[in-house]
């Protein structure tokens, strides 16, 4: 088997010499236990914040263990009841090519509806889907004629949420880095307006182009990215918004970000609430159906970036925290 390991912590920024690629043997499968051979891994930016030794909602990643991760696959050999070789199967397998997955834990491996393209599991009808549902739903409660902004609108999450606030009625503008991915996200995922905000020196800047583009304000705030970029959403909130904060990704490696917005939360009487998807697992089968049934009608579409075999994980994880991922950021392993 081979498999990542986190070879060491960021001093700063990540590298790929955090990082180990090792030779382990598969163990032989004991009572209970199920063999699952990953088809794709995810690679998502929560996974920096585990890389660290701080303080979090979640305990660090060890050093020298298999680095942790969403996956999907399928069931090669299997000595629990509830599974059978052959099974198409969502887990938190790892960085690696296969996983054991014990009975106590195989209540932890999802098994999904081949009709769908595996990969979608691990983004638009999985965490990232969910993530983008229940902010939306559950946090901003979207009404129809609001105005909705998304940052990091090309992203996993991000496109999930403009689609799914255009399908209550809203109007949605979202913010991407460069043109490709702002035409993108107009053109095929049918957001109102996207801002580029490389194009922008200052968070100034970029609420002027936000006025031009919600000319009504802003409503509700998924927020991915954190930063001048939130910066410029709070300027332009109406009274009584609300503020999903999903992520702040603009500091995730060791950057400062400013944040001159807390006292338009008490002008503008606004909400704001923080959440953590793997929190709120009794959301999931709603948020979950309403997606499988986006991505199988149509209505929901997505984008991938896919790196091949397990060794180009720790630079497309590294990319994607740059911003050169367009879409979903998959490693194939099969
Ligand atoms: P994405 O697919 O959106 O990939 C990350 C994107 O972030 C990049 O493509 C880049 O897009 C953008 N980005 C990176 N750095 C910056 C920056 N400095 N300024 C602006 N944009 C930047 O990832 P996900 O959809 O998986 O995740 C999006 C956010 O959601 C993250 O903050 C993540 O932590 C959060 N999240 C939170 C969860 C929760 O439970 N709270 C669960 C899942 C995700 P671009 O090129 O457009 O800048």
């Known amino acids: 088997n081979q498999q990542i390991v986190l070879a060491s912590r960021p ?81 938190m397998g790892g960085w690696q090519l296969y996983s054991v997955v014990d009975g106590a834990a195989a209540g932890m491996l999802r098994k999904v509806d081949t009709r769908l393209p595996l990969s979608a599991y691990l983004g638009a009808v999985g965490m990232p889907g969910v993530t983008a549902w229940y902010g939306l739903v559950r946090i901003i409660a979207p009404q129809a004629g609001k105005t909705v902004v998304v940052s990091a609108a090309s992203g996993a999450v991000g496109s999930v949420v403009g689609q799914l606030a255009k399908a209550r009625g809203c109007r949605v503008v979202g913010y991407a880095g460069g043109a490709a991915k702002c035409a993108y996200v107009v053109d095929e995922l049918g957001f109102d307006a996207c801002i580029d905000y490389r194009e922008h020196a200052d968070a100034r800047s970029l609420a002027r182009a936000l006025r031009d583009a919600a000319p009504d304000g802003v409503d509700g705030c998924f927020e991915n990215v954190g930063g001048a970029v939130m910066d410029a959403t709070m300027l332009r909130m109406n009274a009584f918004g609300r503020i999903a904060l999903c992520g702040m990704i603009a500091g995730y490696d060791g950057q400062p ?34 997606l499988a049934a986006g991505v199988a009608g149509g209505t929901i579409r997505y984008r991938e970036s896919v790196a091949e075999g397990l060794a180009a994980a720790p630079e497309a994880f590294l990319g994607m925290l740059k911003g050169r991922n367009f879409g979903k950021q998959l490693v194939k392993l099969i």
């Open 257 to 290: 970000i400013p944040m001159s917005w807390p006292q338009t939360i008490l002008q503008s009487r606004l909400t704001l609430q923080g959440f953590i998807v793997s929190e709120h697992m009794g959301d999931w089968p709603e948020a979950l159906r309403e």
């Open 11 to 91: 001093q700063g920024e990540a590298t790929a010499a955090n990082f180990r690629l090792v030779e382990a043997p598969l163990p032989a499968l004991a009572e209970g236990q199920v063999l699952v051979r990953h088809h794709y891994l995810s690679l998502d930016p929560y996974m920096r914040g585990r890389m660290n030794d701080s303080k979090s909602y979640a305990a660090p990643q060890p050093l020298d263990e298999v680095m942790i991760g969403g996956t999907v696959g399928e069931v090669v050999d299997s000595r629990h009841p509830g599974y059978a070789a052959g099974d198409a199967v969502v887990g």
